[in-house]
């Protein structure tokens, strides 16, 4: 069961300039995706570090490339979830990041980092949440024959894929669709939102109340928030 935000809660989020560190554990397509939104001059943040828990992720050689400062912590090595969360706090920290973004990271955080980076960290999902949480979305999206997929932008709580949500993107589910045709499908629109709602981030555009997440008005018509929002 996820642990709701207080209903009396209400924050707003956000500086001039982000320092993000992003936690990946896979291929890093999101990182890549934030990467060229920065270089382009469309996000106003700058990536602090990147940090893996698998050493073979492709992430990592991303990072590489594009001169970030990576690191590999094997979890394995730690003696628990919150010690490994301590290991990666203080890098965290080292680096002055003030946004922690999960682009693919294959572990649920503890309180050692969620109380460190309280409405402060994000991650994505790749299925309109609250439905289909965990792993395997698309999977189970095409076995429960939904007709819309999509992915969720949301922040991260003690739960799986519970926190607040912040923003979605809709695809259709085609009826020739496989797991993988429809993953792809879901990837491109991640890779639009992601590097969006961290923008929103850096605006200061993001205030919660309770469990919902109001995005104050921008340069883009407010109504473009609601259905497949266009960063």
Partial sequence: MFEPVPSHTSVSLGTQKVRVAVLVSGNGSNLQSIIDHIEEGK???????VISNREDAFALERAKKHQLPSFYLNHRSFSDRRSFDAAVLEIVREHSAELVVLAGFNRILSTVLLDAFPLAILNIHPALLPAFPGNHAQRLALQ???????????????????????????????????????????????????????????????????????ISPGEQDSSEYLENPRF
């Fill in 43 to 49: 996000l106003n943040a700058s990536i602090a570090c």
């Fill in 144 to 214: 429960h024959g939904v007709k819309i997929a999509g992915c969720t932008v949301h922040f991260v709580d003690p739960g799986t894929d519970t926190g607040p949500i912040i923003a979605q993107a809709a695809v259709p589910v085609l009826d020739g669709d496989t797991e993988e045709t429809l993953s792809r499908r879901i990837l491109r629109e991640e890779h639009r939102l992601y590097p969006g709602v961290i923008r929103l981030f850096t605006e200061g555009r993001i205030r919660v109340e309770g469990r919902r997440v109001f």
